[in-house]
């Protein structure tokens, strides 16, 4: 039986335990996408869990969907992000950059050219985003050309390149969650007839495309992905095909050997058990809302070989050691999870010494 604090092989580094912060959007980069000062000492004070993934991270300008959240494609970018893994590896721990294209989840007004936002199809999610001035309805987005789809994927390479050359371990591509990945698996956004909508293998062409090219620019064993089978939040409906689009994919994303396939769950269990199945390399589970008393029972199952907690690593920077000594854990502070400043995001307690 394997506990969450035995070493685990991922991609290729050796974790000192199977704890992963989930990635989490916080909303306090500069308006030009480097990631803001405090930043470093965030993701430092949570080096105790064996890989850290980041906050969703643009992999260009059209990438952005919310405010102030950084990129990954600019010297500067680059830059601001070395400081980050530079006090992550100073402190033991292992990051991933999770490279996060929002497509129609944007708001013209959240990003640096403020254009109409780009999605696999012309269809509005239905739902609003925060900006500057508060909330606003989402405008329906422009479909990206057959040859734009070609440039996205290049722009997805470009940041992966540029997440390496800032000293991250690896990427994580943000394929779940209702951003532009999943729009393009499911028909409820995707109505396209050119070769990336219509059949399964369409729907899930970009995701194998960007996954294949980021393998290629910097090594399978460093590119990894996020998949929420069965979102149905913002518009997102993936249909009665969707776990046989997701069954697919795994097995096409298998041959490809990436270092791992990080599942939030959402969707059945039946879904889960084939996925374990037919993926070879190290699996992530994020349960959402994960009471504390079940932390380690996936891993201990063997259902998979990793484990990711969002909400408490943001409130816990010594999480794996509370979780060791079974000590109380701090609430987190719902008010402050994007944008503002120390307050509620490096002002978490440790336990005393
Ligand atoms: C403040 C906040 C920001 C989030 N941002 C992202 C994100 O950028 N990318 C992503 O894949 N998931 C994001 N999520 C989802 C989390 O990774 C995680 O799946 C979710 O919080 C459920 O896990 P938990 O109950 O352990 O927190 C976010 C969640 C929260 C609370």
Redesign the pocket.
């Known amino acids: 039986m394997n506990s969450i604090f035995t070493p685990v092989r991922l991609g290729r580094t050796t974790l000192p335990n199977r704890l992963v912060m ?5 909303s306090r980069a500069a308006f030009d996408g480097t990631p803001g000062e405090l930043a470093a000492e965030y993701y430092a004070q949570r080096a105790g869990v064996g890989l850290i ?5 643009q992999p260009s300008d059209d990438g952005q969907g919310y405010l102030t ?1 950084p990129g990954i494609y600019t010297p500067a970018h680059v830059a601001g992000w070395r400081k980050i893994t530079s006090a992550v590896h100073d402190k033991g721990g292992h990051i991933f950059i ?1 490279l ?1 294209h929002a497509g129609r989840m944007s708001h013209p007004d959240n990003t640096p050219h403020h254009r109409q936002s780009v999605a696999p199809s012309a269809i509005a999610p239905g739902t609003g985003m925060f900006t500057a001035i508060g909330m606003q309805d989402i405008p329906t987005p422009r479909p990206l050309t057959t040859e734009e789809v070609r440039q996205t994927v290049a722009d997805f390479r470009h940041a992966a390149r540029s997440a390496i050359e800032a000293g991250a371990d690896g990427v ?1 591509i ?1 394929g ?2 209702a ?1 532009l990945v999943q729009q393009f698996f499911a028909p409820s956004a995707n109505t396209r007839t050119d070769q990336y909508g219509g059949s399964i293998e369409n729907r899930a062409r970009f995701a194998v495309e960007v996954a294949a090219a980021i393998a290629e620019e910097i090594g399978a064993d460093r590119t990894s992905i ?1 998949l ?1 089978p069965g979102t149905t939040i913002w518009g997102i409906d993936e249909g009665a095909e969707g776990p046989d689009l997701y069954r697919y994919l795994i097995a096409e994303l298998d041959k490809l050997g990436l270092a791992y396939v ?1 599942i ?1 769950h959402q969707g059945s269990e039946p879904l889960l058990a084939d996925i374990r199945k037919l993926w070879h390399k190290s699996l992530i589970l ?5 009471p504390r008393d079940q932390i380690g029972a996936d891993v201990a199952s063997g259902l998979v070989d990793l484990e ?7 409130a816990n920077p010594d999480f794996a050691v509370r979780l060791k000594a079974n000590a109380a854990m701090n609430e ?1 502070d ?1 008010n402050t ?2 944008g503002g400043t120390a307050r509620g995001y490096i002002d978490y307690p440790a336990l005393s010494a």
Do not use: K
């Open positions: 989930a990635p989490m959007t916080r993934v980041t906050e969703g991270t959240t999770q996060m994580e943000h779940a969650n951003y996020r929420s990080h939030m994020n349960r959402p809302g994960r990711a907690y969002g909400q408490m690593v943001l987190a719902h999870y994007f």
